[in-house]
């Protein structure tokens, strides 16, 4: 399957992952998540390697899980430590641990496979505000895409659909598709823009910020962390005379479930108001509304390309600019890390082609 | 696939189409349907060929389709006349216009490929009392076949399953199986036809035609129009001293909606009792009962013969020369205009035997 | 598939098969059951041959079946003995009959391919307490498994899984995965016996026979009897002075339905307290619970197994000594019955390895 294996993904947000068993497919793979007594998050290769009995339909005793077929125990690395009926215990019989790290209220699973080497470093998520100092930031529940995770990366790289999927819910979004953006690369991020230049702090911006009046900057922009988080900055404005730019963000983490599904992440970030509990529901509420909309469209697409049946050859415009850099570089690694793998998966996603 | 495509499909009844976008799914194609601020119908390919979202999703502007993805726009020919992001447009960014006709209260639409030639004769469906003098004719609500279409011509042209599966909703189809049945062709129309005889004009006949006393002929048919039209004409009956047949027919539009999936039109025509609001409605009462038996009779055959694991090598009897002779007309085009692909599901059906 | 045809298989509970034609898949193939007029049950393939109709749609007339299409009918051989459109009937119009034989209340079907000879001999059921002197048997209503069948042998062979899956429902069930089991064979069966010496006549053994104090011995066995069918005897217990051992039985026949479903017949037999309805009740409704929880578990590890994505290679442990034999008695008359065809679905199940 055409994933990016050699990244962190997003696993979990850290409420969900408890002292009760956990199972969550990612990358295609069953993964069984828990915490030690610690504290501290686990995660296992999902099935016991004796008759592949889901291990998340056993029990905790301790740091170890006692599969629930026939009771085979396995530490919180993996390893096997009780067999009922015997006594050796051979090496063999053993799960997968997977290297995750806790970060921004957010369970990260490197998903390379064994013998890849060491995991890579985390994105720098302080730039989409998250366990940055100044901003808060706030969770909604998990949603669940039915759709395959690249038509979600299209779909925020491309904020001009915001005139159109979500016109009657992101306020002032009309003016979006109108707007040339401005492709930029920092630090390993890439960032398509959108600068509305002076407009007036009127609707949105003066729901946001009551003591701002007059003109303000106003910029929108997708930054894209790579395959698994993207930050859908805006408005971020200035008052006249502060020094900091007043950020409110949309941050989306994507974790491929399976080849036609998704688990999807979402949050805002904020550096004003951070007091403000009805503004973060009032914001996760919205971002939810978006969601139900984009989740509604890239159903419908995913549905109609495995349906097939039409000449499906995209073609692209000049506003794809970003995306189009950004599939090249998930394409990329696809390809590095699979070698000369014929991946039947990426060939059903039509090649794009620029006009 | 296996469908015949140089022919003329029932898209939808005309009441179907309107200002609001249809997408109807055709021969496994998605086909979006809507008029023209004049009336007229329009059938554009259905995806957006910028990132294959539904145009069906999108709205009109006049005669325009508006994208609901990105607001890429094409007129009613398909051509595309307005990309937001960029001034120019390119020629290879628009959609497929398909011929359409409206004819007999039905849309009408040719599925033949682009480069095939131009669009052949509509079937003279006025044989079957559709937009013919002296007759009228009323629709059935759209119903779905959830079987292919080849198993409802099967159906419709060996009407001895009138005795059979209809036994308890068609007033004297017991005696059907029991008449073998004549073949003719007229005017590229195959009809299979049954003739009783003289019979009494009791039951059903008395029913229709209180006039009538004593003896009259009775005729049945099954009228071949092509793969998409069928006519089941009958009781057809004279009355002693008139010159004109007292005709009622159950018509039948089947389009393949995809290899495993029918969409089935259908409504009743006569050439008497015109102003008989009421018998209309009976009558298409009765006929969407006996459709009922019909689609639940080929949802269990459709799903036994997905489902496979038996013996599937047809046999058959000297009945089936009619629907056989069909056949053979819809194999021969499909294979000519196929050339030599081979055709997976041709070759799931299994070919007929004579005995 | 990979079934071993050259079997007997439970088709029915004899209360299932009556004047009312039966529908049911057995290995993959639809086969039709009723009774003759003087009572002998009767399994014919399930599809006429003319236009494929399930003939359990049809209906009897005496000894023989009408087709429900088109009325081509057939008697309890399978022979063709009416055609509703012509006279002559030929010989290849006509179904097989599979050989059926009712015994303990079940009846059996042989699956074998035309042309593979006679049917073999009917397993020994008798042993399990099903029609042999002193014993009495009750049928729970059948249950259907939405996995493949050889999940459930290797479930029923291992019954180490009592101390987990059944953990809750099974009295003195935490035990059984501590004593390590012995295999024997005797008359063509397997049996994996679980000896736990002298033990208390407490819990469910005072329940059952509130007439014996102090201790008794007790064991446990599963008895293959091939792949249609395995009794969990237990527990079996000898009161001191009594010469005939008090057995109690829980017996289960799988049908293959399809790969990945199977119909799971179950009883339970016993040779004391032979009047008791209520024990009847109580015993069977125990059974359901258990088998509720099997059913439970084994659809998830189906579910698990065809969504793949692990290493899905088995590693197995001593207590799995007599599954193992099991699988490989399986194993060896499907290969020698299908030769060098290749088995798609065998592939897909990851043979076993012993440690």
């Given at each position: 399957?055409?994933?990016?294996?050699?990244?962190?993904?997003?696993?979990?947000?850290?409420?969900?992952?408890?002292?009760?068993?956990?199972?969550?497919?990612?990358?295609?793979?069953?993964?069984?998540?828990?915490?030690?007594?610690?504290?501290?998050?686990?995660?296992?290769?999902?099935?016991?390697?004796?008759?592949?009995?889901?291990?998340?339909?056993?029990?905790?005793?301790?740091?170890?899980?006692?599969?629930?077929?026939?009771?085979?125990?396995?530490?919180?690395s993996?390893?096997?430590?009780?067999?009922?009926?015997?006594?050796k215990?051979?090496?063999?019989?053993?799960?997968?641990?997977?290297?995750?790290?806790?970060?921004?209220?957010?369970?990260?699973?490197?998903?390379?496979?064994?013998?890849?080497?060491?995991?890579?470093?985390?994105?720098?998520?302080?730039?989409?505000?998250?366990?940055?100092?100044?901003?808060?930031?706030?969770?909604?529940?998990?949603?669940?895409?039915?759709?395959?995770?690249?038509?979600?990366?299209?779909?925020?790289?491309?904020l001009?659909?915001?005139?159109?999927?979500?016109?009657?819910?992101?306020?002032?979004?009309?003016?979006?598709?109108?707007?040339?953006?401005?492709?930029?690369?920092?630090?390993?991020?890439?960032?398509?823009?959108?600068?509305?230049?002076?407009?007036?702090?009127?609707?949105?911006?003066?729901?946001?910020?009551?003591?701002i009046v007059?003109?303000?900057e106003?910029?929108?922009?997708?930054?894209?962390?790579?395959?698994?988080?993207?930050?859908?900055?805006?408005?971020?404005?200035?008052?006249?005379?502060?020094?900091?730019?007043?950020?409110?963000?949309?941050?989306?983490?994507?974790?491929?479930?399976?080849?036609?599904?998704?688990?999807?992440?979402?949050?805002?970030?904020?550096?004003?108001?951070?007091?403000?509990?009805?503004?973060?529901?009032?914001?996760?509420?919205?971002s939810?509304?978006?969601?139900?909309?984009?989740?509604?469209?890239?159903?419908?697409?995913?549905?109609?390309?495995?349906?097939?049946?039409?000449?499906?050859?995209?073609?692209?415009?000049?506003?794809?600019?970003?995306?189009?850099?950004?599939?090249?570089?998930?394409?990329a690694?696809?390809?590095?890390?699979?070698?000369?793998?014929?991946?039947?998966?990426?060939?059903?996603?039509?090649?794009?082609?620029?006009?």
């Amino acid at each position: 399957m055409a994933y990016p294996r050699l990244q962190w993904y997003v696993a979990a947000t850290s409420g969900e992952i408890s002292r009760t068993l956990l199972e969550r497919r990612i990358l295609d793979e069953p993964v069984v998540f828990y915490r030690t007594e610690s504290g501290l998050p686990v995660a296992l290769a999902g099935l016991c390697p004796h008759r592949l009995y889901p291990l998340a339909q056993g029990r905790l005793t301790g740091d170890a899980i006692i599969c629930g077929y026939h009771g085979i125990t396995f530490n919180s690395s993996g390893r096997c430590v009780h067999i009922p009926s015997q006594g050796k215990i051979p090496d063999r019989m053993s799960v997968r641990g997977y290297p995750v790290q806790e970060v921004g209220g957010m369970v990260w699973i490197w998903m390379g496979p064994p013998g890849s080497g060491a995991p890579g470093p985390l994105p720098d998520i302080s730039r989409a505000g998250i366990a940055a100092p100044g901003f808060r930031h706030d969770f909604n529940p998990l949603f669940r895409l039915p759709a395959r995770y690249q038509l979600l990366i299209d779909n925020l790289m491309d904020l001009s659909h915001l005139s159109f999927v979500h016109a009657a819910t992101v306020p002032d979004g009309a003016h979006v598709a109108g707007v040339e953006p401005q492709i930029s690369e920092s630090q390993g991020v890439l960032s398509v823009i959108r600068k509305f230049g002076q407009v007036p702090a009127a609707g949105f911006i003066q729901f946001l910020h009551p003591d701002i009046v007059g003109d303000v900057e106003n910029t929108l922009t997708s930054d894209y962390f790579g395959p698994s988080f993207i930050n859908a900055g805006g408005p971020w404005i200035r008052k006249p005379g502060e020094s900091v730019e007043r950020q409110m963000n949309f941050f989306h983490a994507m974790t491929p479930e399976t080849p036609h599904s998704t688990h999807y992440f979402n949050g805002v970030s904020r550096n004003f108001s951070l007091d403000n509990e009805g503004l973060s529901q009032m914001l996760l509420g919205q971002s939810a509304a978006v969601i139900a909309e984009d989740i509604r469209a890239l159903e419908i697409l995913e549905a109609h390309m495995q349906a097939g049946g039409s000449n499906l050859k995209e073609i692209s415009v000049v506003g794809d600019a970003g995306a189009l850099r950004v599939r090249r570089n998930i394409g990329a690694p696809i390809q590095a890390e699979q070698g000369d793998t014929p991946v039947a998966e990426q060939a059903k996603r039509p090649a794009p082609a620029r006009i």
